[in-house]
């Protein structure tokens, strides 16, 4: 069984798809489009020994059999606004491992252990510092490069000091025979000066938090107001943070050094707010838990439309490709496909577990907001999307739905085209590609066909349903 690309970026040259980045599990790879040849890869061999160590370790003091395979997987990639720097997140070690990117080269600067497992990631406008949301409901800025020491002058985080190890517990708190002598062997470890305690040196700076678990981020832009000088690497514009979080609330706060001012709330949403996608620099669209997505003038906190997503859903449910409750898993401006449209946008959304994705195109009428959609058919359940002039790539699972698993596409890419009638939907048509089924990537990320490794992909591909908070009277919902 190949494994997903869970996450992809694109490097574009004049707008068009230039190199691709994938993340297939715990492996990054950089890939030629056109051919599928693998350019430079990337995997954290040291950090998967020490967690299959560590793990191998805890099950045997435990008299347990079970030695299943422990991955620190990439749940999240971020490329920089000049294509010159990469981030990714990997889920088991809470890890943000930054690259630079030359000519299709990968290389690794430096990684950065969070404290709890990051949710969101953005570079700010200046791509000098990358911003971290996590799950625990805070923001963190972190200097793409961390100072060097006067001695090395290359980018590395700063060392970690060794403290002597005690062991937190005693025998008046450990009572159990098993925890006693638990207890004794680490007594016996610290006297001998085997065991230290690591505390790590970091440059984390928290900048904003919620009380709930943060599910998005994104950096934005607007115009100064003229009585408002800002300090900002761009005269006359002013930048924020805009935050999601699982009890349905959007945030927009100004950007470092002013993160501690809320500009405004986007409230509208009654479930949780899992995606936020900028269709223009002054369009928020938000989508989650509920069976509709919000548009937002969000500079000033004004919600302008509403799309119902029970129409696409119904046709995708009489197509039978799509049986479950909405869960918003993705969503991505078209801006960079069609460019402008004279006041017209576009806008894809993922559903959770949906085979297929649902193409917008909004535009102003009479009456406000008018949105035309369009279905797009996939092989398998979409994982992400890379927009690039002319058209836009899919990742997609093909565990769910795809017809010929022997031989999957794990990536569709598909050609948009403005029609003549601007009252018309986007036009879209599937371009056929072999590369992904190449001898190079084509060969990258074969796993075992067991109810294991399937477990485990469920749980690193499908989330977003797990954010949606447990009724008492639904018996369906799941307790997070």
């Known amino acids: 069984m190949l494994h997903p690309f869970q996450c992809i970026e694109a490097c574009t040259t004049s707008g068009q798809l230039d190199q691709l980045l994938i993340a297939c599990d715990n492996e990054l790879f950089c890939v030629n489009p056109e051919t599928g040849r693998i350019l430079s890869s990337w995997k954290d061999e040291e950090t998967q020994a020490k967690l299959q160590d560590d793990y191998t370790l805890v099950a045997s003091r435990n008299n347990t059999a079970d030695h299943k395979p422990v991955k620190a997987s990439i749940i999240l990639l971020r490329l920089s606004h000049d294509q010159h720097h990469l981030l990714a997140v990997t889920d088991t070690d809470k890890t943000v491992h930054v690259f630079s990117l030359t000519n299709g080269v990968l290389a690794h600067l430096n990684k950065r252990p969070m404290p709890k497992r990051p949710s969101g990631l953005a570079f700010t406008a200046d791509d000098s510092t990358i911003l971290v949301a996590d799950k625990f409901g805070d923001v963190y800025a972190l200097p793409l490069h961390p100072e060097a020491s006067t001695s090395d002058t290359s980018a590395a985080p700063p060392a970690a000091t060794t403290q002597p190890y005690h ?62 000088p800002t300090q900002t690497p761009q005269p006359g514009k002013r930048h924020y943070i805009l935050t999601a979080d699982r009890d349905e ?38 989508g989650g838990g509920d069976e509709f997505l919000l548009v937002w003038d969000w500079v000033h906190g004004r919600l302008l439309s509403r799309i119902d997503l029970r129409g696409p859903c119904g046709e995708m449910r009489r197509q039978e490709r799509w049986t479950g409750k909405i869960a918003v898993a993705g969503l991505w401006s078209l801006e960079r496909a069609v460019g402008g449209m004279e006041g017209a946008v576009g806008l894809l ?100 066909d067991t109810e294991a490794e399937r477990k485990r992909l469920d749980a690193l591909l499908y989330k977003t349903e797990t954010l949606r908070k447990h009724a008492h009277h639904d018996a369906d919902a799941e307790d997070v």
């Not at 009380?211 to 607007?222: E, H, Q, R």
């Not at 002013?258 to 669209?285: M, P, S």
């Open 349 to 448: 959304c993922a559903l959770e577990r949906v085979r297929g994705l649902i193409m917008f195109h909004g535009r102003v009428g009479g009456d406000g907001w008018v949105w035309d959609h369009r279905i797009v058919e996939l092989e398998g359940a979409p994982l992400d999307v890379v927009v690039y002039s002319g058209g836009f790539a899919v990742s997609t699972d093909h565990c769910i739905g795809s017809a010929d698993e022997a031989s999957p596409s794990r990536v569709q890419t598909f050609k948009i085209a403005v029609p003549e009638d601007e009252h018309s939907a986007l036009e879209v048509s599937e371009v056929q590609t072999d590369w992904t089924q190449g001898d190079e990537i084509g060969a990258v990320g074969h796993i075992a």
């Open 249 to 286: 609330h959007i945030r927009v706060s100004r950007a470092p050094p002013q993160a501690h001012i809320i500009e405004t709330y986007c409230l509208g949403h009654t479930q949780f707010v899992a995606k936020l996608c900028l269709v223009r620099e002054d369009l928020l669209v938000s």
């Open 167 to 228: 062991p937190a517990a005693t025998d008046l708190t450990v009572h159990s025979a098993q925890n006693l002598r638990t207890l004794e062997s680490q007594k016996r470890a610290a006297a001998s000066g085997h065991m230290q305690r690591r505390k790590e040196k970091t440059t984390h700076a928290l900048v904003l938090g919620h009380v709930s678990m943060l599910t998005d981020l994104l950096t934005a832009s607007a115009p100064s107001p003229s009585n408002h």
